[in-house]
């Protein structure tokens, strides 16, 4: 049963999961060689629904990469969506939208085990952005997922009291089963890559290919604009442990307690208890809410600096995030954002164990002349802006399809 909103105008051929031919492929006049072949690719968004993720930066990654497509003319997609899910608002894609909600567990796992059956279009390839490959997916044509991490791994082995031990199970299996059956996994860094292959050896799983395609983000609009700063540091807080909210603000706490003269601190986000408690103890630090974008942009872009203590990132995408609008970026060395921020602000890097490090790494960023950001901000666009991003994937598909990777 197939729920289209869109109709599709053109006739399109049988199955062809066969090397070398696309749906929608013709043959030139004379024969010798054919036309722009056209990939149909169905893309799975039901399993996002961003108004209670906690994977946000999945779906801005997915929003980024989508609105290349719609630009596409060598690419016909399908987005398959919930009642609940982000869907994409481009009039070239044609919606399938199953009626069920996603943002529950139930319906959650229903359609993650049931679009194939609901929606059965004819396609070359389906592609999961999520990365997350139900059991009962397959179906006669390749799949392909981006997976960001393996942080879920990670929290099962450093932080088992962060959800259930069923949980973790669920999660884990769902990663393991998806490496196992994926045709091509896509990832966003060399980082994150050699995360997903030390998985893959820890429960003796045997990889697909590979591909590293990086994230690129819609914040490419702040890169003509410049904002004038303002005498504060953002940080994007977070209850989640691995964010490391709760061990900046202890080191910001030792720095001031020296009496060494720091801007005001603004924290984006939520706090756990713990935060909230340190946070009343401090002096010029401010917490507001989750902004809207264009907000969140401006305060970020008026800031000397945003400070990023995550201890383990796929990408690390609010770094380029920050160049783009114009603020250097202090980070936690050892994650993917160091590899994202390769060069001169690489050293932004610090450690949370160490706040001489952090005050060395803000006189750093304090030190940087606008022309010093803009220069390392068209550096990033060039090895993460979206339309190149795009041709990787792309080529991921369409190597896929004609059974060319190993």
């Known amino acids: 049963m197939e729920l289209t909103e869109q109709s599709q105008t053109e006739s399109r051929k049988s199955s062809s999961y066969r090397r070398g031919h696309f749906v929608g492929s013709e043959s030139s006049q004379d024969g010798a060689s054919q036309s722009q072949r056209t990939l149909s690719v169905a893309v799975y968004l039901a399993?996002?629904?961003?108004?209670?993720?906690?994977?946000?930066?999945?779906?801005?990654?997915?929003?980024?990469?989508?609105?290349?497509?719609?630009?596409?003319?060598?690419?016909?997609?399908?987005?398959i969506i919930s009642r609940s899910s982000h869907r994409q608002s481009?009039?070239?894609?044609?919606?399938?939208?199953?009626?069920?909600?996603?943002?529950?567990?139930?319906?959650?796992?229903?359609?993650?085990?049931?679009?194939?059956?609901?929606?059965?279009?004819?396609?070359?390839l389906w592609y999961y952005p999520k990365g997350y490959l139900s059991a009962w997916g397959g179906g006669g044509v390749p799949n392909v997922g981006?997976?960001?991490?393996?942080?879920?791994?990670?929290?099962?082995?450093?932080?088992?009291?962060?959800?259930?031990?069923?949980?973790?199970?669920?999660?884990?299996?769902?990663t393991k089963r998806s490496l196992a059956s994926l045709d091509c996994v896509l990832t966003v860094s060399q980082n994150a890559s050699e995360q997903l292959y030390r998985?893959?050896?820890?429960?003796?799983?045997?990889?697909?290919?590979?591909?590293?395609?990086?994230?690129?983000?819609?914040?490419?609009?702040?890169?003509?604009?410049?904002?004038?700063?303002?005498d504060y540091v953002v940080h994007m807080a977070s209850r989640a442990p691995h964010k490391k909210t709760t061990s900046l603000l202890r080191c910001w706490q030792q720095i001031q307690s020296t009496g060494r003269d720091l801007p005001t601190l603004r924290l984006v986000g939520h706090l756990d208890e713990e935060a909230q408690a340190l946070m009343a103890k401090l002096h010029a630090v401010e917490l507001s809410g989750p902004m809207p974008i264009g907000q969140l942009q401006m305060t970020v872009g008026r800031a000397r600096a945003l400070l990023l203590s995550s201890e383990i990132e796929g990408f690390g995408l609010p770094a380029l995030e920050s160049y783009y609008a114009g603020t250097p970026v202090c980070f936690s060395r050892g994650t993917a954002t160091e590899e994202v921020l390769a060069g001169d602000p690489a050293r932004g890097g610090f450690e949370l164990e160490h706040p001489d490090s952090l005050e060395q790494s803000l006189h750093w960023a304090f030190g940087l002349s606008e022309d010093d950001v803009r220069v390392s901000a068209q550096q990033m666009y060039?090895?993460?802006?979206?339309?190149?991003?795009?041709?990787g994937i792309v080529d991921a598909f369409e190597q896929t399809v004609r059974g060319d990777l190993r």
């Open 47 to 79: 399993d996002q629904n961003p108004h209670r993720d906690r994977s946000l930066g999945i779906t801005s990654m997915t929003q980024s990469v989508m609105q290349q497509f719609a630009s596409r003319e060598d690419l016909k997609v399908r987005q």
């Open 90 to 124: 481009e009039p070239q894609f044609v919606t399938d939208r199953i009626p069920l909600r996603t943002d529950t567990t139930l319906g959650r796992l229903t359609v993650d085990r049931l679009h194939r059956w609901w929606c059965r279009p004819q396609v070359d």
């Open 146 to 174: 981006t997976m960001h991490d393996t942080i879920v791994q990670h929290y099962a082995d450093h932080y088992p009291e962060s959800r259930s031990r069923r949980a973790f199970q669920f999660w884990i299996n769902q």
């Open 199 to 230: 998985f893959a050896e820890r429960y003796r799983i045997k990889m697909p290919p590979v591909r590293v395609t990086y994230e690129g983000s819609h914040w490419e609009n702040c890169l003509n604009h410049w904002f004038d700063k303002q």
């Open 382 to 391: 060039q090895r993460f802006n979206c339309a190149k991003i795009a041709d």
